[in-house]
Each structure stands twice: as structure tokens, then as C-alpha cells.
């Protein structure tokens, strides 16, 4: 068994077989979010039980102590991804908020009609979205590089194709929630730095799974969420060149992120603070940055060869039986832990429900990102997504249950 178990409670409740709610339970939804291990529940404990009260306002000892803690998490969270410093890294409630922040106070206030906003056809609706609304309120027009449909792949030729000297705003997601498969975004930023756009980088599954250098990608805003890489819901980042933060304006505007405020006017705090209005979620963030400490203890390096074995070992399984039906790559060296799948006659909710009655928690749907789902001639799939807690025995079951679905969906074959 995976030695790593042992440090979540919700594993080793289920590895004890002291759940009856969770008994024997597969869980394989981690692109969804991921389990929580002990160290980052007992951050957030020790936080509110020791440090509690409101960040950044008081002038007593434990609300200097509060705020430490908090900044703290934003260094923490700074060295992860290496940005220049700390104050680059702005805290959002997930990396939707993340990207409509840049939307809001970077896209309304900067386009034009005649403009290009440029994201691939694998985007997360938290990645079109908000640049639709953009293109609706400023007439700019929302530009798509297309993927191979079988490996998923953006090439060099798609990518000069459809970023050009009109193109002010390129967003693209590092690594695709649906077919795992991983951008070239340092090479997309360097096309789009040379015709003078901005380059937006959605981290949300990337962050946890493999190495982030935002310097080296080159990136001018890049967006994550806490959750997804074992720290509590509710909590992202935004990283952000501190000259492009400096020149934008507050997405939202209250309590804390001001300098001054008369009756008719205000100036705003200093960055990042004037994009944190109101009370901050400082627990929140203390357990983020325990989480991306644990994550560091396991090693990325780690957690991309683990999450590629497992998914070769389930995909090479998959292959072998008769009508499932692998979208996009079928190297699972490729996929960053995640296998998303269609099996003939069985509508993907279907799958999802009879797996759920064998304890094995998968995804189904359209994972929110429907334009690619249009683009591969796909309603809805089934999807798999590992990390570096799940385990070859687990795969092999699941190959084993997988194999039966037919059946048990009605099919003598």
C-alpha cells in the first residue's frame, strides 16, 4: 500500500476499515479536489484554536501574530510556484476568482473592439467565460487554437495561426482538466510576449502535480486553487507581475484594501493588499500553505513519476477491454493522472452510478469545459483522476469493476 495513506484521515479511516460510510472506498476524483492530510486540517486547528483574530488591524500581539501567519502562507505560497516575491501573490477564494480578477481589472479596462482575447478549445469554463463577458462589454473578439483530436496536442502552427498583433490577452489552461494533457505554455507566452499580449496561465491541476516556475514560463498572471492540491476549499492564488498588479485597478472594493477614503473619493492599499477586501480567509490560507509544504515533502518530481505510472498501469489496462473508448492520448505518461473514458451503450452518469455501487468515486459529464466536448463530438464522459495517494491495487480493481459495466448495464457482451 501506499506509504503516503497513512498521513489522511480519510484514507486511513477507509484503509482500517473503520468507515461504514466509506467502506473500501476508490477514490478517484482528485482533478475534482483532493483529500486532506492530517498536517493541513492541523494548521488550520492550530490557527484558529492559537492565533485567532483579524489580520492586518490590530495593533495587539495576537492580531500581529494572525497576520504573520498569514503572511507567512503568501511567502509560502510565493516560493512554490518561484515568483520574484512575495507580494505578487494575490489570495482568491479558488482560481475562478483568480482569472475573473485579471478579467475585471485587467481585460475591461484594456481592450477594445478590434481586440483578440486568444484560450484553446480545452479551456475550463472558468477560463472562457469571463473573457466572453470582455468581448461582450468591450467588442473584442475571443479568438480559439484548436487541438489535435487525438493526442490533444496544440501545434506550433495553430498556435502562430491564431495569436497575432491584434491578439492583447492569451489564457490558457498549463494542464486540461479532461484529457491531461500539458501545454506548451512557455512557448505560447514568448509568441504572445512577441506580439504584445499578456500571457494567463490556468494552474488550476497543473500546480499539483507537476513543478510551476512562473518565471520561467514567463507568465503574467498565473492561477491556482488550494483544494485541488490538498488544502481546504474556498482558497486560490493569484500570481501577477507586480508592475501589471500596480497599473490594474481593485476587482472588488470595502474594508482593508484602501489607503485613505474621504466622502467622495479613496486610494487604494499597496499590492496585493488592494485586491483582499474585507476579512481575509487566514485560516484558509494557513492551510493552504500547509498543504503545498506537504506536497514539497512528497516531491513534485515524486508525484509526476507516481501519478504517470498509475495512469499508464490504468490506461494500458483500459485498452485491453472491448468497447471502452479513451479520449484523447493513450499514453498515460501524457495525462498528468487523469483518464477520461467513454464505454459503448453506457451513457457516462450510468458508469459513474454502478461504479459508485462497487465504492469507486470517478467523475461523469462535461467536466465544465463543453466547447471541447462539442469539438471531440462528446455530450458527456467518464473520468478517472489519480494522485500520488492511490494505489496499483486500486487500479487493478477498478480495471476489474470497468470491465463489467456492460454487463451490468444490461449488454451479453
Not at 495587539?60 to 502562507?73: D, G, H, P, V
Amino acid at each position: 500500500m501506499n506509504k503516503y495513506r497513512k498521513d489522511f484521515p480519510f484514507f486511513k479511516a477507509i484503509d482500517e476499515k473503520s468507515s461504514v460510510e466509506n467502506k473500501d472506498l476508490i477514490y478517484f476524483d482528485t482533478a475534482a479536489t483532493a483529500q486532506r492530510p492530517f498536517i493541513v486540517l492541523n494548521a488550520m486547528t492550530h490557527f484558529y484554536a492559537t492565533e485567532n483574530a483579524n489580520p492586518l488591524r490590530g495593533l495587539y500581539s495576537l492580531s500581529e501574530r494572525a497576520t504573520l501567519a498569514y503572511e507567512n502562507a503568501r511567502e509560502t505560497t510565493a516560493k512554490f510556484i518561484n515568483a520574484k516575491e512575495a507580494s505578487e501573490i494575490v489570495f482568491t477564494r479558488n482560481a475562478s476568482e483568480s482569472l475573473n480578477l485579471v478579467a475585471y481589472s485587467w481585460g475591461l479596462n484594456k481592450l477594445k473592439a478590434g481586440d483578440e482575447i486568444c484560450v484553446t478549445i480545452m479551456e475550463h469554463h472558468s477560463n472562457i467565460v469571463p473573457w466572453q463577458m470582455v468581448c461582450q462589454k468591450t467588442g473584442a473578439k475571443l479568438v480559439f487554437m484548436e487541438c489535435d483530436k487525438e493526442t490533444g496536442i496544440i501545434s506550433d502552427e495553430e498556435i502562430n495561426s491564431k495569436i497575432n498583433k491584434n491578439t492583447k490577452i492569451v489564457s490558457v489552461v498549463h494542464v486540461s482538466n479532461v484529457l491531461g494533457v500539458t501545454n506548451p505554455v512557455k512557448k505560447i507566452a514568448e509568441i504572445a510576449h512577441k506580439n504584445g499580449a499578456i500571457m494567463i496561465v490556468d494552474g488550476a491541476q497543473s500546480a499539483p502535480h507537476i513543478k510551476v516556475d512562473v518565471q520561467d514560463i514567463d507568465a503574467d498572471f498565473f492561477a491556482m486553487s488550494g483544494h485541488k492540491l490538498g488544502g481546504p476549499m474556498g482558497i486560490g492564488a493569484l500570481y501577477g507581475k507586480k508592475a501589471l498588479l500596480e497599473e490594474m485597478d481593485p476587482f472588488l472594493r470595502g474594508g482593508e484594501m484602501i489607503e485613505y477614503v474621504t466622502r467622495d473619493t479613496a486610494t487604494w492599499a499597496e499590492v496585493p493588499h488592494k485586491f483582499e477586501a474585507g476579512t481575509v480567509s487566514a485560516g484558509d490560507a494557513v492551510g493552504m500553505a500547509a498543504a503545498i509544504r506537504y506536497v514539497q515533502s512528497v516531491g513534485l518530481d515524486y508525484i509526476t513519476e507516481h501519478d504517470n505510472a498509475l495512469c499508464c498501469r490504468l490506461i494500458d489496462g483500459m485498452k485491453k477491454i472491448p468497447h471502452i473508448n479513451i479520449i484523447g492520448s493513450k499514453d498515460g505518461n501524457k495525462r498528468c493522472g487523469i483518464a477520461t473514458f467513454t464505454i459503448d451503450g453506457v451513457h457516462p452518469h450510468d458508469i459513474a452510478t454502478l461504479l459508485s455501487e462497487e465504492h469507486i468515486a470517478i467523475r461523469a459529464g462535461h467536466h465544465c469545459a463543453q466547447p471541447l466536448g462539442q469539438y471531440l463530438g462528446q455530450t458527456a464522459t467518464a473520468r478517472a483522476s489519480l494522485y500520488f495517494y492511490n494505489t496499483e491495487e486500486e487500479v487493478d480493481t477498478f480495471l476489474e469493476k470497468i470491465a463489467q459495466v456492460r454487463k451490468w448495464a444490461g449488454f451479453s457482451e
